[in-house]
């Protein structure tokens, strides 16, 4: 199907390649469906395009990639939605602020990833217990060339 | 909006599966426990709030060209 998006004009987007987010991200609960615009592999961010608003998208990239310490636990029942989960499948990414003016000062918001169930391509952002900061700036650890990246998920049962 | 007095173990019932407890008061300050079905999510309103903010501010970034990785380390340098 071919989407449309403000930013981008129109884009070719297969049906498998569709993220769904039933709750939406926090503040915008119209959109539940969305591409992530990977093309450019030697770029460490990706765009989250929304397929219901044209004008939504927001940057993500890979917490670990500029903080490889990000640790964080999910409980079970916060990611019921998700489907049956299998602790390898998931991923997980934040959403990055870039001003405009200068986007050295981007900021990434670590108390609220998204995980994505990569074998059922659902998805939800989740707002963390740990008191993670939502403005983590980005580039300060930044490493000359892509880390291999860990696993930074561990799932309990339950948090209550 | 519904405004009801509880005492320290008294509670109120929200719909069929809710139920929020009043376990103790101290100070100004009141603990409260809630128990809800697991997709219900709770959160304290200032946490929420500060999410929803923050997806606001990353939803206006503009279709800027995104940075490769080799460009990254001229901004880190550019911001020291």
Known sequence: MIIHTTRFGDIECPEEKIVKIPSGIIGFPASTRYLILDHDRDVPFKWLQSLDQEELAFVIVDPVWFKPDYRVTIALDEIVELGPVDERELVMFVILTIPSDDPSCMTANLRGPVVVNAETRMAKQLILRDDFPTRAPVLHGVPARPVTVGHSISLVECHR | ?80
């Open chain 2, 1 to 80: 909006m519904l405004v009801l007095t509880r005492k320290i173990t008294e509670g109120i019932t929200i719909g069929p599966n809710i139920r929020v407890i009043v376990l103790e008061i101290k100070g100004g300050q009141v603990r409260l426990g809630i128990e809800a079905p697991h997709a219900v999510q709770v959160h304290r309103d200032e946490v929420y709030a500060r999410i929803l903010e923050e997806n606001q501010q990353a939803a206006r970034t503009d279709a800027v060209r995104l940075p490769p990785f080799t460009q990254l380390q001229d901004l880190v340098k550019k911001k020291a």
